[in-house]
Structure formats: structure tokens, C-alpha cells
């Protein structure tokens, strides 16, 4: 069965330093989204993303977060200067576009753990 | 906005004993989707079942059924025959009706599965 793929799987930043997280989405897939996950805490949603663009954010996702489909197969989160509570674990999802308006379910990877320095 | 709470933060089961674990929400939307998603150690999040508010019949996916009642935005997750490796923490998550909105997720609930 396809799956979403996250990589690394754990990464170790120091504060200040810029990170990139990437996903590489399931192939026939057209909506992307970031989730991140506080330790102990509950999944909160980052950003979506479809064609190209963002299409809903949250308050979470400031000037220190970017997203950017820089081919044809990554899903790529950007966090330009770290700081200590950007430490979670990161969750890449996907999901089809058909049948609008009824939604598709969103698969999600395994997710990359961000510890900040 | 839409919330989602999961009353329980523990629960355990005894091996092929059967739980149900609860959530309620809060929407005014009448058209939306809600799910059960399953996080074991491994720390993967694994979709376990789907409910589409316009229907009545309640999901079932093997050992795994819900209890959807739109009226008192309640939806919960009944294991069957519990399993070892039905251990996880599990979440429950609601969506829009329209493609590509967000998930919106209850707290979690841990689950002990004990032998």
C-alpha cells in the first residue's frame, strides 16, 4: 500500500539554526498538510497545501515557517530560526482530490522527531 | 470553531475483552467527517475507522466500530476481541466536508492492553 515517507526521522538542530523537514507525499495525492505534536500533547494542524500554495494556515504557522513543493514528488517544511519550543514531533499527511465535495482521508507519515539545542 | 475532547485519558482492557473508548465534539457544520486514528509506540499515526455525518449506519471495520450520534455530537470507538497490539494511543479527529481542510484532534487516549 503507497505511503507517505518522512525524512529524517529524528533530527538534531541547534537553536537559531534553520531546518528542513521533507515529505514525499502519496504519487496520486494533491493536498499536503503539516501537523506537529508537542510532546504529551495533542496533534495540531500547521498548514495545507494544494496547488501550489498554501490554503489554510494556523496560527502556528508564522513568518519562521515555510512550505514549498520544490518538485514533483517532495513536500518540504522550513523552519528558519529555531527555537527551543519548535521541539516536536512533525507529521507529513496527504490526501486525494476527487469527488469534491466529499473529502478524502488524510495518510500520514511516520513523522520526523525535532529536537532544538 | 470546531473542538473535539476525549474524556479519557487512560483506559485499559483485558486481552479479547472488548472497550469503548469516547469522544464528543462541537461543530455547527452539518456535513463533516469524523475518524479514529491509532498512534502506537512507533509513533505513527494509522487511520483506523471513518464516519461521514450524512450517514445513519455506523462504520465498522473488522474489530473495529463506532457509535455515531450526530444529535448529541458524540462518536466512539468500540475494540472487539482486544489484541496486544491494539495498544496505542488513539485519536479522535474531525474534518470539514470539504477537501483539504484541516484535522482538528481530541486529546488522546492511551490504551493498555493487558495480557
Known amino acids: 500500500e503507497p505511503e507517505v515517507t518522512q525524512t529524517p526521522s529524528h533530527q538534531v538542530t541547534q537553536m537559531g539554526q534553520e531546518v528542513i523537514l521533507r515529505c514525499v507525499p502519496i504519487?496520486?495525492?494533491?493536498?499536503f498538510y503539516w501537523y506537529r505534536q508537542i510532546l504529551g500533547q495533542k496533534v495540531e494542524f500547521l498548514v495545507s497545501?494544494?496547488?501550489?500554495?498554501?490554503?489554510?494556515k494556523s496560527e502556528i504557522f508564522d513568518d519562521q515557517f515555510s512550505v514549498e513543493r520544490p518538485d514533483g514528488s517532495n513536500f518540504t517544511l522550513k523552519i528558519r530560526s529555531t527555537k527551543l519550543e519548535d521541539s516536536a514531533m512533525y507529521f507529513c499527511?496527504?490526501?486525494?482530490?476527487?469527488?469534491?465535495?466529499?473529502?478524502?482521508?488524510?495518510?500520514f507519515g511516520d513523522g520526523t522527531r525535532l529536537s532544538i539545542l | 470553531a470546531q473542538t473535539v475532547t476525549q474524556s479519557q485519558p487512560e483506559m485499559s482492557v483485558q486481552e479479547a475483552e472488548t472497550v469503548t473508548l469516547s469522544c464528543t465534539y462541537d461543530?455547527?457544520?452539518?456535513?463533516?467527517?469524523l475518524f479514529w486514528y491509532k498512534q502506537p509506540p512507533s509513533r505513527q499515526m494509522i487511520l483506523v475507522i471513518r464516519?461521514?455525518?450524512?450517514?445513519?449506519q455506523n462504520a465498522t471495520e473488522n474489530r473495529f466500530s463506532v457509535n455515531f450520534q450526530k444529535a448529541a455530537k458524540s462518536f466512539s470507538l468500540k475494540i472487539s476481541d482486544s489484541q496486544l497490539g491494539d495498544a496505542a494511543m488513539y485519536f479522535c479527529?474531525?474534518?470539514?466536508?470539504?477537501?483539504?481542510?484541516?484535522?482538528?484532534f481530541g486529546e488522546g487516549t492511551q490504551l493498555t492492553v493487558n495480557p
Open positions: 499527511a496527504s490526501s486525494e482530490a476527487i469527488g469534491n465535495p466529499y473529502n478524502q482521508p488524510q495518510h
Open positions: 504519487s496520486n495525492h494533491l493536498y
Open positions: 497545501f494544494y496547488n501550489n500554495e498554501i490554503s489554510e
Open positions: 461543530t455547527s457544520e452539518s456535513d463533516y467527517y
Open positions: 464516519q461521514e455525518a450524512y450517514k445513519q
Open positions: 479527529a474531525y474534518d470539514m466536508e470539504t477537501s483539504g481542510s484541516r484535522l482538528t
